[in-house]
């Protein structure tokens, strides 16, 4: 008897870190729904789409219902859809304040809601968050406060549903990255961002999927945030 593949749902999947993790996945045989605001349509028969605002609750609706009516479970999912807006406090916008309440947040609790009345059908699961090192390591060079307010959300949310859902068979964890390099930082910012870390360089796309591969099999693992911050969590 051939066993059911299994699935997962990445969100911010368009590039990055979530591509790297629709790939990786794929490379373990499982079936992906992937979803970004600007996704492009897979070729790959074993990926499909959801072009959305995460933020949305009917967008996250689509997600899973692709999910279900295409491959009819979902094993994991993958919180890794975010913005990161750095500003002193006193000038954030109402603009900057829900747009990042709405995805870091209001992305994570829509589509966990809902993939987790999916899991709880076969009494088990995997969810993982990507939130930031920033929560539990400020720095005064990088003024964060709504990524702290937000991703600091999804570390405390991390635990809370690890314990409720234990013995429902859905582990819950997190990886909070340190500043990884993606297309989002310029050649021209590498020196300054690798001095931040202790280890004295930025982490790479591949250290956070090998975080993420790491709790997909860790099945006594759960309600933990790995920090893959090059040691900036743990000091200076």
Avoid at 37 to 62: H, Q, Y
Wanted: net charge negative; proline share 2%; charged share 15%.
């Amino acid at each position: 008897m051939v066993a059911e593949q299994k699935v997962a749902v990445i969100t911010g999947a368009g590039q990055g870190i979530g591509a790297a993790l629709v790939d990786a996945y794929r490379a373990r045989n499982y079936q992906v729904v992937a979803n970004s605001l600007s996704i492009s349509r897979s070729n790959d028969t074993g990926v499909v789409t959801v072009r959305g605002d995460i933020s949305n609750r009917k967008t996250a609706e689509r997600v899973v219902d692709e999910a279900m009516a295409r491959f009819g479970r979902i094993d994991t999912l993958i919180n890794n859809a975010g913005i990161f807006i750095a500003k002193p406090f006193t000038q954030y916008t109402d603009s900057d304040y829900l747009t990042m309440l709405g995805i870091n947040l209001g992305g994570f609790f829509y589509t966990s809601q809902l993939a987790i009345a999916v899991m709880e059908q076969c009494n088990s699961g995997h969810i993982v968050q990507v939130t930031t090192s920033l929560v539990d390591h400020a720095r005064s060079a990088v003024p964060s406060v709504l990524a702290s307010l937000t991703k600091g959300g999804l570390a405390a949310a991390t635990k809370s549903l690890a314990i409720e859902y234990a013995k429902r068979g859905i582990r819950v964890n997190a990886v909070a990255p340190g500043v990884i390099k993606t297309p989002m930082h310029g050649a021209e910012e590498y020196a300054q961002l690798d001095a931040m870390h202790p280890i004295g360089h930025m982490g790479e796309i591949s250290d956070i999927v090998g975080a993420v591969l790491y709790l997909e099999s860790a099945g006594f693992v759960t309600g933990e945030t790995i920090h893959v911050d090059g040691g900036q969590a743990a000091g200076h």
